[in-house]
């Protein structure tokens, strides 16, 4: 029992032992290792200065591409580094192509699903004749209306769409002179796909042959009306379109209208021009 009381205090002396031994190990410049530098003789700290020196002034010498090509970590380097340019330089023109594309395609469909409106002569019309065949006493002067056709040859309902029919009397066949006040448009009309609607611009009095009104429709060789005019509207994409027209009629095509058989007293009731007769005049008439 008492010897193992002994023994306990060295033990103890072990333990701290070690224990100050592995301090000296952890520290970074431990004693034992400043003796063996001290050993070193100065000549060889300074010989290995001047190495490092020159190979110093060495590297100072050569340019960049001699250090790259020469160095493998350098080398590996730049072609990383290229190989990263070029990658982002294909990603910045993927997306730029991506976004040109998707542009494209949203244009086309654009393009291909709007609503296109059109305007074909409906000829000229007698005004109100069925109601003038029922009139006692004196009528007054025929009148007669020219008229137009509006169509959707598109994909899309055309709305808010409005109007102004203009007309005039000239001999010139090629005549291009067709202003367009679009403060006088009116209408707020729908037309859906393929369907078309009837408008009629500003009533005209019918003169007699040989009569000099300029501004009376009637008979004559070589008199032309000019029914010209626009039509504006949204195209389903809420973009505002607009289609002008020019219509060309000889006068010389000027017809009788005969009231129908419920009239009291069959007669002529207005004059008119057969759409048939109507052609596209070589001015005046565009879309967009």
Known sequence: MQQSRQSIPAMRLIAIAFFLALCGVAQADPWWLESSQSAHPPGKQQAAAEDAAQNRENEGGETVWQRTITDPIALYTFVLTLFTGVLGASTVALWWETRRIRKSAAEDIRTLQRAYLSVEPYGVHAHNERGRARLPGDKGPFQSVPQIKISNAGNLPAREIRWVIEHKFNHDRRLDDFP?????????????????????????????????????????????????????????????????????????????????????????IGRSIAAEFARYHRYGNDAD
């Open 180 to 268: 367009i006040d679009e403060t006088k448009c009116e209408g707020r009309n729908v037309i859906p796909p393929s369907g078309h609607m009837i408008q009629g611009g500003i009533v005209i009095n019918v003169g007699e042959v040989g009569t000099t009104d300029p501004g009376e429709l009637r008979e004559e060789t070589d008199r032309f009306l000019y029914v010209w005019g626009i039509v504006i509207y949204d195209d389903g994409f809420r973009e505002t379109r607009r289609t002008r027209f020019c219509h060309r009629y000889n006068c010389v095509n000027l017809d009788y209208v005969l009231a129908d058989v419920r009239a009291p007293k069959r007669g002529y």
